[in-house]
T-cell receptor
């Protein structure tokens, strides 16, 4: 159980292109989804948190207009990197957390990540 | 503030050796603690967790005990296998800005040789 599917797994595109990454919870309802960015051999940096049906909360230093997040349903969140440039190349990972009544600090379930390469 | 410190890698071991990866944390309140594992080119998988002091999380031969007095959550395994080669992340969960967030350590790469 608790499977999160992320698509695509790899994207290579030209500078200036906008890229959309999907994150789906396959067997549970994800009330909260998280988007992380990971540079080579480094830890995960939280970019934003989104709750279904509301605007995402971005971490300090993350450009809202650059990284558009939509959490339109309880099973789908999308991250769109707008007008991507080479410095946006990175490994992007989503995670999802369901709502389990009475259980605090339940774990996040991670997708397999998307490697984005901007030429 | 809230932070997680892990021992630097890489950690290189022979198969069947004993593994310890140190993790210490600073946190306000009472965090839950986690170990995640990341295999090459993949996302993170939850390995084990502990939600309160003195809890021991265990899975697949790995274990870690939540030590409040030393603010530690060291990961151990008695006999590692080549298939355990991966990056291991220690993390804590805190409420910040109204949300439950994970704060990760830098990760420790483990390489196990036959």
């Amino acid at each position: 159980g608790a499977v999160v599917s992320q698509h695509p797994s790899r994207v290579i595109c030209k500078s200036g292109t906008s890229v959309k990454i999907e994150c789906r919870s396959l067997d549970f309802q994800a009330t909260t989804m998280f988007w992380y960015r990971q540079f080579p051999k480094q830890s995960l940096m939280l970019m934003a948190t989104s709750n279904e049906g509301s605007k995402a909360t971005y971490e300090q230093g993350v450009e809202k207009d650059k990284f558009l997040i939509n959490h339109a349903s309880l099973t789908l969140s999308t991250l769109t990197v707008t007008s991507a440039h080479p410095e946006d190349s990175s490994f992007y990972i989503c995670s999802a957390r369901g709502k389990e009544p009475g259980l605090i600090n339940q774990p996040q379930h991670f997708g397999d990540g998307t490697r984005l390469s901007i030429l | 503030g809230n932070s997680v410190t892990q021992m630097e890698g890489p950690v290189t071991l022979s198969e069947e050796a004993f593994l310890t990866i140190n993790c210490t944390y600073t946190a306000t309140g009472y965090p839950s603690l986690f170990w995640y594992v990341q295999y090459p080119g993949e996302g993170l998988q939850l390995l084990l967790k502990a939600t309160k002091a003195d809890d021991k999380g265990s899975n697949k031969g790995f274990e870690a005990t939540y030590r409040k007095e030393t603010t530690s959550f060291h990961l151990e395994k008695g006999s590692v296998q080549v298939s355990d080669s991966a990056v291991y992340f220690c993390a804590l969960s805190v409420v910040s800005g109204g949300y439950n967030k994970l704060i990760f350590g830098a990760g420790t790469r483990l390489a196990v040789h036959p």
